[in-house]
């Protein structure tokens, strides 16, 4: 048996967080589709919430899990990610949970990762290592919301090719990394000969091969692998706080479970206007906007941080083995730092992708 090791890439805020307590809340985020911890949206929220309390902030620590080969992870396996593959953001909490155990964690995701959060939270139900999440922008069904894409003109040409062409150019980045004749790196290479693919024809020719492990990956086609990876259908599985947002005008989700039954756990918002991760508002000064979407976020944090009390989770214990951090009862996943890990502050995004996604 081969084993690949994979890379993930774990961008914390406050860089200096010594003078906060050990058991200050912690946010986990999961970004859109080809975005990172640079993108506006994410910045949007976890700067003023990370700001001192007396500064009108929050005064938390956060975490953003930057997807393989987003936001300069280098990827050292033949895979990337998807909306189904949950195990990524399951090691990282492996490593935050351990590194802060007294710290609650509190998830916080968008667009493709919201959907990775979603099913990750389902998958889990009473042993999620979050104690709350808040999804926005989640694209739910995904062969429900691609098909719709594709029915207008805007949709195909500007949205579904756009995230499409971000697609393509992240992988070419990343397709010398695999070997030559492995099945992900003979798919990788059809895929960048695509002449503008829609995002459907990427996951028809990619995605369904290279965006996660085996079992279940590979699938025969993008359709097995949007019924396999898509969330609207486990929100009753769900056993913590969750609030999902979504806005009526998103061209990119146009499907969304409003009778969606989650037991109590699950709370659904849909807003008039916001567009797809935009939610702005007028902002002080001529031609400026703000996002407002960061008011029920913060509410919502805040509640759930600091006044929700939750049950004892059922964890499974953490164990080090061969220098692995481990999960017992899951041998087939484990983390470690790398040695030699670097501090990098930047906000800048990445050449060549449409921001925003």
């Known amino acids: 048996m081969i084993c690949f090791i994979s890379t993930r890439g774990l961008d914390s805020t406050p860089v200096d967080d010594s003078h906060l307590p050990p058991d200050t809340p912690i946010i986990v985020v999961l970004h859109g589709l080809t975005g990172g911890s640079y993108e506006s949206y994410v910045r949007a929220i976890l700067s003023p919430a990370c700001m001192p309390v007396h500064q009108g902030g929050l005064g938390y620590r956060a975490v953003v899990v930057n997807f393989r080969g987003c936001a300069g992870v280098p990827v050292t396996s033949p895979q990337l990610y998807s909306a189904g593959h949950t195990d990524d953001l399951r090691q990282a909490l492996f490593y935050i949970s351990h590194r802060y155990p007294e710290a609650p964690l509190l998830g916080l995701s968008f667009s493709l990762g919201a959907n990775v959060m979603t099913r990750y939270v389902a998958e889990e139900g009473e042993r999620s290592r979050l104690k709350s999440a808040c999804v926005l922008g989640c694209p739910w069904n995904l062969a429900a919301n691609a098909s ?95 609030l999902a947002i979504n806005a009526a005008d998103d061209p990119v989700v146009q499907d969304v479970p409003m009778d969606a039954e989650g037991k109590g756990w699950v709370i659904m918002a849909l807003t008039p206007c916001g567009g797809h991760l935009g939610w702005f508002e007028p902002d002080e000064g001529w031609g400026q906007v703000r996002r407002w979407i960061k008011r029920p976020v913060f509410e919502w944090l805040r509640a759930t941080g600091e006044d929700f009390v939750r049950s004892p989770p059922h964890w499974r214990p953490l164990h080090e083995e061969g220098g692995f951090l481990k999960e017992v009862g899951i041998d087939r996943l484990g983390c470690k730092e790398l040695d030699g890990s670097d501090i990098i502050v930047g906000t800048e995004g990445e050449a060549g992708l449409l921001a925003g996604l």
């Not at 980045?173 to 990788?188: E, I, W």
């Not at 059809?190 to 996951?203: E, R």
């Not at 995605?207 to 692998?225: E, K, L, V």
């Open 148 to 242: 719709k894409l594709l029915a207008t003109y805007i949709g195909r040409h500007v949205y579904s090719k756009g995230m499409g062409r971000n697609l393509v150019n992240l992988l070419k980045r990343h397709v010398s990394t695999f070997a030559s004749d492995h099945d992900v790196a003979k798919a990788a290479a059809v895929t960048i000969a695509l002449t503008k693919p829609t995002i459907d024809m990427f996951d028809e020719h990619f995605t369904r091969i290279g965006g996660g492990s085996s079992p279940p990956w590979p699938f025969a086609s993008a359709n097995d692998y949007y019924e396999y990876s898509s969330s609207h259908n486990v929100l009753n599985k769900i056993k913590i706080p969750l």
